[in-house]
């Protein structure tokens, strides 16, 4: 999106120093900036505004500052005349301003988005059918979707800021960790379509319990006009319910026989990829999934229901998701070097993905089986869930190697567990488990996952 450093001032009733300047996009992290994009410092564990000058150093067209303008270059190196050079709008909370400029974005978006702008929430599911939704509806029109997980208060302003001067439709992924937050995010984002892709045990120590997070979750359905429609998981009971929540018109997806995008079949390849079978009112799409699991089809479906809501053909929509670009370390599957079957699915966890990641680990025709699990943050109780997803792991025939954490049931060591039959339950630090790698190969299929805070994504790379 293209607009003026004076647009920014107006929108976020900040104080513009210096020159008028033309601006194209926003970004926080100044790594990744493109000229002649906004720089907006985000004060959190680091304060943003000591990334300023380097953002000016890589072509920033502007930046938001709640610091004086210039005090805000000179106080980390810089020069008096540097930051003169930029141009600052200086306001008293630049995520506070944040939210407000992506609101303008929205309301500035042509009449061609207005009603094509999807919202996706739930506990489980929402990056990739993210993922999905953009791709079908892509099929057809100019799509803005979230990249990776930008689906806070800091990512949905940043998506709608650089959504195409052209774009036809925007998919926004909304993440929640507490009550208000979904409300906070449609305030910016104003979603007519929401996707409710499931409640689950997530951010339980946030929520207290499953009802907690239900409602945080149909914020977002709440948030619909009714002239919108609500895309809601007609095989979780919690997401079904949420029909009582909105005056806008409900499509449902799932195996369910009264589902309206229904799937009637699902088809698993040696590496666990889907080929999904959907009745619509559409018409009725057969495809393959660019992603491994079973549980994915719950996923697709939701997309397809959003394409069609978009009034997309599903046909293109279905030949488009099975090329579909996924974001990273999401149930990929991928044979190493070493003839080791990997299933990348590091980027977080709760214990309903877990099980289902152990599904598809078991589909997997394989020697030996493993996962190497780190811990399952923010849940209410941890403990009986991670003996849970252990337990699992004993039923499921999986030899089961926590990482880091001795909440399956024993002590994080340096890396005397044998990884044999009997590794089940056995705990090794990151490091001793990366060293443990070598011992993998041909035969062997490996899941690696946890939260993010796990770190396992070194290990992931270790295997490739």
Same mark, same amino acid.
């Given at each position: 999106?293209?607009?003026?450093? /004076?647009?920014? &001032?107006?929108?976020?009733?900040?104080?513009?120093?210096?020159?008028? &300047? *033309?601006?194209?996009?926003?970004?926080?992290?100044?790594?990744?900036?493109?000229?002649?994009?906004?720089?907006?410092?985000?004060?959190?564990?680091?304060?943003?505004?000591?990334?300023?000058?380097?953002?000016?150093?890589?072509?920033?067209?502007?930046?938001?500052?709640? !610091?004086?303008?210039?005090?805000?270059?000179?106080?980390?190196?810089?020069?008096?005349?540097?930051? *003169?050079?930029?141009?600052?709008?200086?306001?008293?909370?630049?995520?506070?301003?944040?939210?407000?400029?992506?609101?303008?974005?929205?309301?500035?978006?042509?009449?061609? +988005?207005?009603? !094509?702008?999807?919202?996706?929430?739930?506990?489980?599911?929402?990056?990739?059918?993210?993922?999905?939704?953009?791709?079908?509806?892509?099929?057809?029109?100019?799509?803005?979707?979230?990249?990776?997980?930008?689906?806070?208060?800091?990512?949905?302003?940043?998506?709608?800021?650089?959504?195409?001067?052209?774009?036809?439709?925007?998919?926004?992924?909304?993440?929640?960790?507490?009550?208000?937050?979904?409300?906070?995010? /449609?305030?910016?984002?104003?979603?007519?379509?929401?996707?409710?892709?499931?409640?689950?045990?997530? *951010?339980?120590?946030?929520?207290?319990?499953?009802?907690?997070?239900?409602?945080?979750?149909?914020?977002?359905?709440?948030?619909?006009?009714?002239?919108? +429609?609500?895309?809601?998981?007609?095989?979780?009971?919690?997401?079904?319910?949420?029909?009582?929540?909105?005056?806008?018109?409900?499509?449902?997806?799932?195996? &369910?026989?009264?589902?309206? +995008?229904?799937?009637?079949?699902?088809?698993?390849?040696?590496?666990?990829?889907?080929?999904?079978?959907?009745?619509?009112?559409?018409?009725?799409?057969?495809?393959?999934?660019?992603?491994?699991?079973?549980?994915?089809?719950?996923?697709?479906?939701?997309?397809?229901?959003?394409?069609?809501?978009?009034? +997309?053909?599903?046909?293109?929509?279905?030949?488009?998701? /099975?090329?579909?670009?996924?974001?990273?370390?999401?149930?990929?599957?991928?044979?190493?070097?070493?003839?080791?079957?990997?299933?990348?699915?590091?980027?977080?966890?709760?214990?309903?993905?877990?099980?289902?990641?152990?599904?598809?680990?078991?589909?997997?025709?394989?020697?030996?089986?493993?996962?190497?699990?780190?811990?399952?943050?923010?849940?209410?109780?941890?403990?009986?869930? *991670?003996?849970?997803?252990?337990?699992?792991?004993?039923?499921?025939?999986?030899?089961?190697?926590?990482?880091?954490?001795?909440?399956?049931?024993? /002590?994080?060591?340096?890396?005397?567990?044998?990884?044999?039959?009997?590794?089940?339950? &056995?705990?090794?630090?990151?490091?001793?488990?990366?060293?443990?790698?070598?011992?993998?190969?041909?035969?062997?299929?490996?899941?690696?996952?946890?939260?993010?805070?796990?770190?396992?994504?070194?290990?992931?790379?270790?295997?490739?």
């Amino acid at each position: 999106m293209r607009f003026m450093a /004076t647009d920014v &001032a107006h929108a976020v009733n900040g104080e513009l120093r210096g020159k008028n &300047a *033309h601006l194209s996009g926003a970004t926080f992290d100044s790594r990744t900036l493109v000229m002649g994009q906004l720089f907006v410092p985000i004060v959190a564990e680091r304060d943003g505004h000591d990334f300023i000058v380097d953002a000016l150093g890589r072509g920033a067209g502007a930046y938001l500052t709640s !610091r004086d303008a210039v005090t805000s270059a000179r106080d980390v190196g810089g020069s008096q005349d540097g930051a *003169h050079r930029g141009t600052a709008i200086v306001v008293p909370d630049t995520l506070e301003a944040l939210r407000k400029l992506g609101r303008w974005a929205r309301e500035s978006l042509s009449d061609t +988005v207005q009603h !094509r702008v999807v919202g996706i929430t739930g506990s489980v599911g929402k990056t990739t059918t993210k993922d999905l939704a953009a791709a079908a509806i892509g099929s057809a029109l100019k799509v803005a979707a979230s990249s990776r997980s930008f689906n806070n208060d800091q990512g949905v302003p940043i998506t709608l800021l650089n959504a195409p001067d052209d774009c036809e439709a925007l998919v926004l992924e909304m993440g929640m960790r507490g009550h208000g937050e979904i409300t906070r995010l /449609t305030e910016v984002g104003l979603p007519n379509i929401g996707i409710v892709t499931a409640v689950a045990e997530a *951010h339980s120590a946030l929520l207290d319990n499953l009802d907690g997070i239900a409602r945080a979750k149909g914020e977002l359905v709440e948030a619909l006009p009714s002239s919108g +429609v609500a895309i809601l998981n007609a095989d979780d009971e919690r997401v079904l319910a949420m029909q009582s929540r909105t005056s806008a018109r409900i499509i449902t997806f799932g195996e &369910a026989p009264s589902a309206t +995008v229904r799937i009637t079949g699902v088809d698993l390849d040696e590496r666990a990829h889907a080929t999904v079978h959907l009745a619509t009112p559409w018409g009725n799409v057969s495809f393959a999934l660019p992603i491994a699991g079973r549980h994915s089809a719950s996923n697709a479906a939701a997309a397809i229901a959003a394409a069609g809501a978009c009034g +997309v053909d599903v046909q293109g929509a279905a030949a488009a998701i /099975t090329s579909a670009p996924m974001s990273p370390n999401r149930m990929s599957v991928r044979t190493t070097s070493r003839g080791v079957v990997l299933i990348d699915d590091c980027y977080n966890a709760n214990p309903k993905s877990m099980a289902a990641a152990f599904d598809t680990l078991a589909s997997i025709p394989a020697k030996r089986r493993f996962a190497f699990v780190g811990t399952m943050a923010e849940l209410k109780d941890p403990n009986i869930a *991670h003996r849970a997803i252990a337990s699992l792991a004993r039923r499921m025939e999986i030899h089961l190697i926590a990482v880091d954490t001795n909440l399956y049931g024993e /002590t994080a060591g340096s890396g005397d567990a044998t990884l044999g039959p009997e590794a089940a339950g &056995a705990s090794l630090t990151l490091q001793a488990a990366i060293e443990r790698v070598g011992e993998f190969g041909d035969g062997d299929a490996v899941l690696v996952k946890g939260s993010r805070v796990a770190g396992l994504e070194r290990l992931v790379q270790a295997f490739e």
